[in-house]
């Protein structure tokens, strides 16, 4: 037991730090950053997109590179990335300089998360579901000590600003990154007829629908993410209403995805996974039918308990499909659809807002596509490795 809380704490820090200050900083340290060096709304949009693209490059890579050099090895390659990242981020001067150091961060995020959930279910393969949960809260926590220190550390550090956040944020991943080169340890896998068992994953009806599925959730799971508080605010609600409301979400996510997981090893993936799209559905429906304060709280609480959850539980039943050796694999293959569904989720949110009907409209569509993933579901199999 303490072994596993020795892993899971180590690996928490890595997502809080490699995905959470690494990926998801990003946003709250921008507008401070394109002041500081005098770039256009276009030019600081497109270092996100560098950002994004950095990591769907990289995720589909992160489980051929795991199977030959090792997931540890991986991991370890990723964290160096991404601290190289931040710390291109402290002096970086111009944007092209901006481009590549935010491309590197993304990229090494990617190559910390696939392998450090294929050794978290090789370690742990009857609690697949409570760590893979608890390592995904990381990057709720991310989030909520970015939105927490970034503030703090420019009303602190005023001289530094926005590149003394990058700093500390390079700092404290480097600190972690040592202290997960100790603390984890390379599973070692028993190896099967690796000709045959390549043949046999990739051509898996299951692997490919729970691929299809993970598309479509990232179509439309960023909906309510990126566009609640305009939703509230059309209503006319109060920025700090709106916010505070957002804020509900952001905080029942942190607990969400453990919860789900550990759910999960009780009952069975396919059953959590049902159950966790259909609360979805209904996080979307509801403020099409309660336009008031009370819909979206309950949408928030709903939605950012169960958006996580849906997360952790395809990745489980994914990781079902194949052997110990290969999970890091598959994850990163079904990444890839994901990634793709996340690209295009907020342009066709927008073009709908815009064009088609409102906002109301927007989220009509995701509880749909949601609905549509509960019948993709239902023909997954039920046996649980």
Known sequence: MKNFWMFVITGMLLIVTTTGFGRMAYGIILPFMQEGLSFTTFQSGYLGTMLFLGYLLTVGLSGVLTTHIGAKNVLLVGGACVILGLMGLVFVTN???AAITLFLTGAGSALVYTPLLSIAINLYPKKRGTVMGLLMSGAGIGMLLSGLLVP?????????????????????????????????????????DTVQEKTTTWRSKQLYIIAGIYFAVG??????????????????????????????AGIVSIGGAPFWGMLADRMGVKKALTTAL????????????????????????????????VLVLIQ?????????????????????????????????????IEHAGGFSVAYGFGATVFFLCILLAFSLNTEES
């Open 316 to 352: 489980m039943k994914a990781s079902q499909q194949v052997s110990p050796q290969y999970v890091a694999s598959a994850i990163g293959f079904i990444s890839i659809f994901y990634a793709v569904g996340q690209m295009m989720g907020p342009g066709l949110a927008g073009w709908l």
């Open 95 to 97: 944007f092209s300089w």
């Open 278 to 309: 259909l609360l979805s559905v209904v996080g979307d429906l509801l403020p099409m039918m309660f336009e008031n304060i009370g819909g979206f709280i309950l949408s928030s609480i709903i939605w950012g308990s169960s958006l996580g959850g």
């Open 219 to 248: 179509l439309v799971y960023l909906i309510p993410n990126l566009y609640q508080t305009s939703y509230m605010k059309s209503l006319g609600l109060s920025n700090g209403l709106a916010g505070s409301i957002y804020a509900i």
């Open 152 to 192: 703090f550390m420019l009303q602190r550090f005023p001289t530094l600003g926005w590149r003394g956040a990058w700093l500390v944020f390079a700092i404290l991943t480097l600190i972690v990154v040592l202290l997960a080169s100790w603390a984890i340890k390379q599973p070692n896998f028993v190896e099967k």
